[in-house]
């Protein structure tokens, strides 16, 4: 498995309305706008910093897994994301050396990325997504 870089840092938060005053009206972060992502239950905003970018998760649903870590834990990050070469190489990989995998496959992301999620029970308590895009 090669790792190419940190993708983005997830952070979830009650209203990206709220947090885009941080992170681009006080920050000064270009904001790319948001996008729904229907079979995950959020709405996400993108903010780029340099080769990685920060990511607004909030919840479109009461029921969604953001709204459920927002109940657990309030707003924060929530996951750190990695771009793979080849995500199915990686799960693979992964799996063979004992990773809990939460999806076993990929699925859809945000901006059109394959993705796929660790157990945190297997991270030291860090939810890992993993990426791949074609740039």
Do not use: C
Not at 2 to 8: A, N, P, Q, S, Y
Not at 76 to 92: C, M, T, Y
């Amino acid at each position: 498995m090669k790792v190419l870089k940190i993708d983005h840092l997830g952070i979830a938060v009650n209203s990206i309305e709220e947090a885009k005053k941080l992170f681009h009206h006080i920050l000064g972060l270009e904001f790319e706008g948001t996008e729904t992502v229907q079979e995950q239950k959020v709405t996400t905003a993108f903010f780029p910093v340099g080769d990685s970018e920060v990511e607004l998760l909030e919840s479109t649903a009461p029921d969604g897994p953001i709204a459920r870590y927002l109940e657990k834990r309030g707003e924060g990050i929530q996951h750190i994301a990695f771009r793979v070469e080849n995500l199915e190489e990686a799960l693979a990989e992964l799996k063979e050396k004992g990773i809990r995998l939460i999806d076993e496959k990929p699925r859809k992301g945000a901006g059109g990325a394959k993705i796929a999620f660790l157990h945190p029970k297997s991270t030291h308590g860090v939810l890992i997504e993993l990426s791949e895009r074609e740039d």
